[in-house]
T-cell receptor, first 116, second 113 residues
């Protein structure tokens, strides 16, 4: 099956610093990647959609200058949380979608971000 | 705007029971519907994917049905086990050409021995 990895699996950073999270599709080419955020006891909320080689599309209410997304290749997308604050602490999950007609998204294991 | 609702929010059952989780969505123009399982602090495990042209999918003790016209899906779990305890999420792909996923709030399932 399709495998998506995320790195790191957890990270603790100080307020004001930036953190980069990587999402990789290991055995398929991902034309589209998605970034989700999940707060405790809540469901997943889509933050942004990125297509390889083009700018990301952000959902309403998500600051594009704060959450920088780069989809440089068909197997890698990165999310950088700039000038992180404690309210950015959350579980960040990426998913990747190939060219298959079923539009199935394959999810990474998530990254736990804690900002102190 | 697509909205997904899951009922019940939480369910506690004794081991061995058959159970049904419900999912409803407001916009029937979907590409597919997926059921996921999420264990505490973990990522998502895909359980079943039903394409818009399909009525149901089965995997082991799991069966998911889709009634697109009425905007409903059910996940049936047969002979529940304590290991089935988790949060179950329903998500529909709709909207843009690539299928943006909208998630429900989930059903927290506890199966006690």
């Amino acid at each position: 099956g399709a495998v998506v990895s995320q790195h790191p699996s957890w990270v603790i950073c100080k307020s004001g610093t930036s953190v980069k999270i990587e999402c990789r599709s290991l055995d398929f080419q991902a034309t589209t990647m998605f970034w989700y955020r999940q707060f405790p006891k809540q469901s997943l909320m889509l933050m942004a959609t990125s297509n390889e080689g083009s700018k990301a599309t952000y959902e309403q209410g998500v600051e594009k200058d704060k959450f920088l997304i780069n989809h440089a290749s068909l197997t890698l997308s990165t999310l950088t949380v700039t000038s992180a604050h404690p309210e950015d602490s959350s579980f960040y999950i990426c998913s990747a979608q190939g060219r298959d007609p079923g539009y199935e998204q394959y999810f990474g294991p998530g990254t736990r971000l804690t900002v102190t | 705007k697509q909205e997904v609702t899951q009922i019940p929010a939480a369910l506690s059952v004794p081991e061995g029971e058959n159970l049904v989780l419900n999912c409803s969505f407001t916009d029937s123009a979907i590409y597919n519907l997926q059921w996921f399982r999420q264990d505490p602090g973990k990522g998502l495990t895909s359980l079943l994917l039903i394409q818009s042209s399909q009525r149901e999918q089965t995997s082991g003790r799991l069966n998911a049905s889709l009634d697109k016209s009425s905007g409903r899906s059910t996940l049936y779990i047969a002979a529940s086990q304590p290991g089935d305890s988790a949060t179950y999420l329903c998500a529909v792909a709709s909207g843009t050409s690539y299928g943006k996923l909208t998630f429900g709030q989930g059903t927290i399932l506890t199966v006690h021995p």
